[in-house]
């Protein structure tokens, strides 16, 4: 049971670069949600999943899209890198019916820098 | 905004001491979580208190919560070295779709 899983753990990218940072998870879980913590801030929701073939803005989405692919797996797109998304990028997902408001379970997470 | 803020944003203690964490927020929640980070891992959740719950315990754990104050408060008993972590508190507002993260306390525990 490897929970969250997310790839890759770092990357370094030109402005102006795309890339798309994977999650998966392995609990059946039916919400997943993308967060980026910045040094002294807590974590910010960029987007979540409630459920299988939905998706919601959070608090700061802009330059990122997503996609769940299925129930197990989330992706979040960069696509133009601005030197504002240097960041840690984290993965999480919640069980119950909609999951909204149970404990969130987090991946490892992905550096990324853009110069 | 709708996140939490956390007291003190660091506090250094002697191994086996106790470590009392407060937050404060500003909206009506379902509940309030708090969760633990290690340096350059992902959070770990701790203990998810409800909004008709006063108090709840989980080992060395034990978290208080008052809403007419809209403030949590994290205790560790007996604190270990491996506690050193920064501690987060998150709140899920009534009618919200989201948590919302405090900005954390930066816990040291020396042995």
């Known amino acids: 049971n490897a929970g969250v899983t997310q790839t890759p753990k770092f990357q370094v990218l030109k402005t102006g670069q795309s890339m798309t940072l994977q999650c998966a998870q392995d609990m059946n879980h039916n919400s997943m949600y993308w967060y980026r913590q910045d040094p002294g801030m807590g974590l910010r929701l960029i987007y979540y999943?409630?459920?299988?073939?939905?998706?919601d803005k959070g608090e700061v989405p802009n330059g990122y899209n997503v996609s769940r692919l299925n129930k197990r797996e989330f992706s979040l797109r960069l696509e133009s890198a601005a030197p504002s998304q240097t960041s840690v990028y984290f993965c999480?997902?919640?069980?119950?019916?909609?999951?909204?408001?149970?404990?969130?379970?987090f991946g490892p997470g992905t550096r990324l820098t853009v110069t | 905004s709708q996140q939490g803020e956390e007291d003190p944003q660091a506090l250094s203690i002697q191994e086996g001491e106790n470590a009392t964490m407060n937050c404060s927020y500003k909206?009506?929640?379902?509940?309030l979580q708090w969760y633990r980070q290690n340096s350059g891992r992902g959070l770990v959740h701790l203990i998810l208190?409800?909004?008709?719950?006063r108090e709840k315990h989980s080992g060395r754990l034990r978290v208080t919560l008052d809403t007419s104050k809209k403030s949590s408060s994290l205790l560790i008993t007996a604190s270990r070295a491996a506690d050193t972590a920064s501690y987060f508190c998150?709140?899920?507002?009534?009618?919200?779709?989201?948590?919302?993260f405090g900005t954390g306390t930066r816990l040291t525990v020396i042995p």
């Open positions: 999943s409630a459920s299988e073939g939905t998706t």
């Open positions: 998150a709140t899920f507002g009534w009618g919200a779709n989201n948590l919302f």
């Open positions: 909206t009506s929640i379902n509940n």
């Open positions: 208190i409800r909004s008709n719950e």
């Open positions: 999480a997902s919640s069980g119950g019916k909609t999951g909204l408001n149970y404990e969130q379970y």
